[in-house]
C-alpha cells in the first residue's frame, strides 16, 4: 500500500505529532504491520491555520475536517501554499453539501444512507473527481449517531456498488464511548473483510494503538497532536 503522508517527516517535530509518530511505529511493529501500511489523519477540527501551519511544515501532509463549511474557509489557502495536502471528511455529509464535498476532499469517511449515495453519484458525474469513500458503521447502534447498523452493512454496500456505482474502499467506525473499543474494530474488520474492502478508517487519540492491531489503515487523531480544544 503506497503511503498517503508521503512526505518525509522531519526531524524537529511538533511535540504533539512527535509522540503520535512514536506511538504509530511502535503500534505498527508490534503487530508487525509495515509503519506504511497506516495513513495518519490528522483532524484539525475547529484549529485554525495558525496551529496547522507547524504540523503541515513538519511533513504531515493528510488532515481530517468534520464539517464541510468550515474546511472550505480555512483550507483552501493552505492547500495553495503546501501542495500536497490530502483533505478527508470525518463527519456527517448533508446532501446539499455533497457538491462542495467532493469538489475540496480527497476521502469521505461517513458515506451512510442513500441520499447522501445519491448526491456523491451526482456530483462524481458532474465533477469527474472521485474522493475515497467510506461506509460509516454505527457499531454499537447508538440512535444519536450516524452510520448503518452491522446487519444492516452488506446490503447498504452492495447497495452503493450495485444502484449508485460508488467506489466503496473501506469502512468507519467509532466506538460508543464507554465501550472497550476493541470489540468494535474486530466488528468493523471483520464486515469490511467479507465485502473485499481493504481500508478500515478507526481509532482516534486514545485508542488508535488497538485499531492498528486489529487491522486500521487510517486512524483520526486529533487532540494528541494539537492538543485539547
Given at each position: 500500500m503506497t503511503p498517503e503522508n508521503s512526505a518525509p517527516l522531519t526531524a524537529h517535530l511538533p511535540t504533539g505529532l512527535a509522540a503520535v509518530e512514536h506511538d504509530i511505529a511502535r503500534a505498527c511493529k508490534e503487530a508487525r504491520r509495515d509503519r506504511a501500511s497506516v495513513t495518519l489523519v490528522a483532524v484539525s477540527k475547529t484549529f485554525n491555520a495558525d496551529a496547522i501551519v507547524p504540523v503541515i511544515e513538519a511533513g504531515q501532509r493528510v488532515f481530517g475536517e468534520n464539517r464541510v463549511q468550515e474546511a472550505k474557509a480555512k483550507w483552501p489557502g493552505l492547500m495553495s501554499a503546501y501542495p500536497g495536502i490530502a483533505l478527508h471528511l470525518i463527519g456527517p455529509l448533508q446532501s446539499n453539501k455533497a457538491k462542495e464535498a467532493v469538489a475540496l476532499f480527497d476521502a469521505i469517511h461517513s458515506v451512510d444512507r442513500p441520499s447522501i449515495c445519491e448526491a456523491l453519484a451526482k456530483e462524481f458525474a458532474s465533477q469527474e473527481r472521485w474522493p475515497q469513500l467510506f461506509v460509516q458503521l454505527n457499531t454499537g447502534e447508538e440512535p444519536q449517531k450516524a452510520g448503518v447498523a452491522p446487519a444492516e452493512a452488506d446490503g447498504f454496500i452492495a447497495s452503493c456498488r450495485q444502484k449508485y456505482r460508488l467506489p466503496i474502499s473501506g469502512l468507519m467506525c467509532i466506538p460508543p464511548v464507554n465501550d472497550a473499543p476493541a470489540p468494535h474494530f474486530?466488528?468493523?474488520?471483520?464486515?469490511?473483510?467479507?465485502?473485499?474492502?481493504?481500508?478500515?478508517?478507526?481509532?482516534?487519540?486514545?485508542?488508535?494503538?488497538?485499531?492498528?492491531a486489529l487491522g486500521a489503515t487510517h486512524v483520526r487523531v486529533g487532540s494528541a497532536i494539537f492538543g485539547k480544544r
Open positions: 474486530a466488528l468493523t474488520a471483520k464486515i469490511a473483510a467479507r465485502n473485499g474492502l481493504t481500508n478500515l478508517s478507526m481509532g482516534m487519540s486514545a485508542d488508535f494503538a488497538i485499531a492498528i
